[in-house]
């Protein structure tokens, strides 16, 4: 089993920055797969963007709506991962939810593929 606790969401201006942090415990790997995904109101749930670590070789990827503009990245010591939003929309207000996975190889954007969930934390952004 693993947890995971999402932290450092909130309410800010278009065009500022919020640093999201997802604290993985239990059954942790440094080779599993970590993703965020979000879910505004009345959509569905969509990927923003995944990591994972293959012997030498790290794989991200990101949603084609968060490029150039977030980055996820991790700390195996801490097993903490992170996403950096960068220029903030308000059409990125959402619930943010971070998942995850065991195994290695390259993460995918597919929600079906993690088997783990936080609980989520809402970030707001206003015009």
């Known amino acids: 089993q693993v947890q995971l606790v999402e932290s450092g969401g909130g309410s800010v201006q278009a065009g500022g920055s919020l640093r999201l942090s997802c604290a993985a415990s239990?059954?942790?790997?440094?080779?599993?797969?970590m993703a965020w995904f979000r879910q505004a109101p009345r959509k569905e749930r969509e990927a923003v963007a995944c990591?994972?670590?293959?012997?030498?070789?790290?794989?991200?990827y990101y949603a084609d709506s968060v490029k150039g503009r977030f980055t996820i990245s991790q700390d195996n010591a801490k097993n903490t991962v992170y996403l950096q939003m960068n220029s903030l929309k308000p059409e990125d207000t959402a619930m943010y939810y971070c998942?995850?996975?065991?195994?290695?190889?390259?993460?995918?954007?597919?929600?079906?593929?993690?088997?783990?969930w936080g609980q989520g934390t809402q970030v707001t952004v206003s015009s």
């Open positions: 998942a995850a996975r065991p195994g290695g190889g390259k993460c995918g954007l597919s929600e079906t593929l993690y088997n783990y």
């Open positions: 990591i994972s670590v293959s012997g030498i070789v790290t794989y991200i």
């Open positions: 239990g059954s942790t790997s440094s080779s599993n797969y």
